[in-house]
Every structure is written in C-alpha cells, then in structure tokens.
C-alpha cells in the first residue's frame, strides 16, 4: 500500500526555522520525482519545491527562493523541506507529492503556522 506521511509542522515565529519531512512506502521511491506544495485557506494549492528522482535537479517557487531548501534521501525513502527565514505569509497546509509519468501520490499534510 502506497503511503506518504508528513510530519514536522508546528508552530513557530517569524524568522525561525522548520524540517519537514516526507516519509513514503509502498513504491519505488528512488524512481519519483518528489515536491512539496502548500495550501492556505482560501487559496489555491500551488508548488513551492521539487526535486528529480535522484536529487540532481531542483525548482522553487517565487515566494520561497533563497528560503527553502528541498533535499531527498533515498535510502531512507524520505524528502525533506528545510524552511528557514519563516514569514507568516507561509502558514499553510504542507503537502507531500510523488510523481512517475501519470502516477502521482499525495500525503495527507501537516500544518505549519508562523505567527508571532
């Protein structure tokens, strides 16, 4: 059975740091790309990190770059999203995602709120 769980969401400050990471089963993990996405209330999901499958090739969106930084560990079957210089404009619903051609797989998210 496929799964992805989220885990290191939280509450922190602005300008502080937060992990998160994807822990993932049930498929060839080392074969999928990998991102991250986040959603807010009242807005739409949108990108904010990928990266290929063996972590030679990442992207970032506008909002995140310079910020964030995503990394994979195939051996652990595990994709991390380090977050630093937090901004409330971040607070959010984390997703993880996997994609192979027309598979794609998503985790059921973790929440992250930066607020003071």
């Known amino acids: 059975q496929v799964q992805l769980v989220e885990s290191g969401g939280g509450l922190v400050q602005p300008g502080g740091s937060l992990r998160l990471s994807c822990a993932t089963s049930?498929?060839?993990?080392?074969?999928?790309?990998m991102s991250w996405y986040r959603q807010a209330p009242g807005k739409e999901r949108e990108l904010v990190a990928g990266?290929?499958?063996?972590?030679?090739?990442?992207n970032y969106g506008d909002s995140v770059k310079g910020r964030f930084t995503i990394s994979r560990d195939n051996a652990k079957k595990t994709v991390y999203l380090q977050m630093n210089s937090l901004k409330t404009e971040d607070t959010a619903v984390y997703y993880c995602?996997?994609?192979?051609?027309?598979?794609?797989?998503w985790g059921q998210g973790t929440q992250v709120t930066v607020s003071s």
């Open positions: 990266i290929n499958n063996l972590g030679g090739s990442t």
């Open positions: 995602r996997a994609v192979q051609g027309g598979r794609r797989y």
């Open positions: 049930g498929f060839t993990f080392s074969s999928y790309a």
